[in-house]
C-alpha cells in the first residue's frame, strides 16, 4: 500500500519560491494519478494541481503560470513548484492519490 509524505513547506515573502515534494513509499507508484490540494483558514479543501501516470497535468486557475507540477518515477515523488507567491496562497498543502492522503506541508506567505 502507498504512503504520501511531504516535504518543503515554510515561510517565504511574496514574490518569493517554494519547492514541495511528495515522495510515495510502495509500489505502483508510476500508475497512480497524483494531486496538490490545499487548505486555508476557514476555507475548504481546494484542488491545486494534478498529474497523470502520462504527465498530463491541470491547474486552478488561480496558481496558471505560478505553480508546477512534476513527478520523478524513479524517485517515487512528485513536486509542486511554486513561483511568484502571494499571501493568498497561505494553507496547508497535502498530496493525495486516489483516497490516500498525506500528512500536509504548511506554507506561509508574509512579509
Known amino acids: 500500500q502507498v504512503q504520501l509524505v511531504e516535504s518543503g513547506g515554510g515561510l517565504v515573502q511574496p514574490g518569493g519560491s517554494l519547492r514541495l515534494s511528495c515522495e510515495a513509499s510502495?509500489?505502483?507508484?508510476?500508475?497512480?494519478?497524483m494531486g496538490w490540494y490545499r487548505q486555508a483558514p476557514g476555507k475548504q479543501r481546494e484542488s491545486v494541481a494534478i498529474?497523470?501516470?502520462?504527465?498530463?497535468?491541470t491547474y486552478a486557475d488561480s496558481v496558471k503560470g505560478r505553480f508546477t507540477i512534476s513527478r520523478d518515477n524513479a524517485r517515487n515523488t512528485v513536486y509542486l513548484q511554486m513561483n511568484s507567491l502571494k499571501p493568498e496562497d497561505t494553507a496547508v498543502y497535502y498530496c493525495?492519490?486516489?483516497?490516500?492522503w498525506g500528512q500536509g506541508t504548511q506554507v506561509t506567505v508574509s512579509s
Open positions: 493525495r492519490s486516489g483516497s490516500l
Open positions: 510502495g509500489s505502483g507508484f508510476s500508475i497512480l494519478v
Open positions: 498529474i497523470t501516470s502520462g504527465s498530463s497535468t
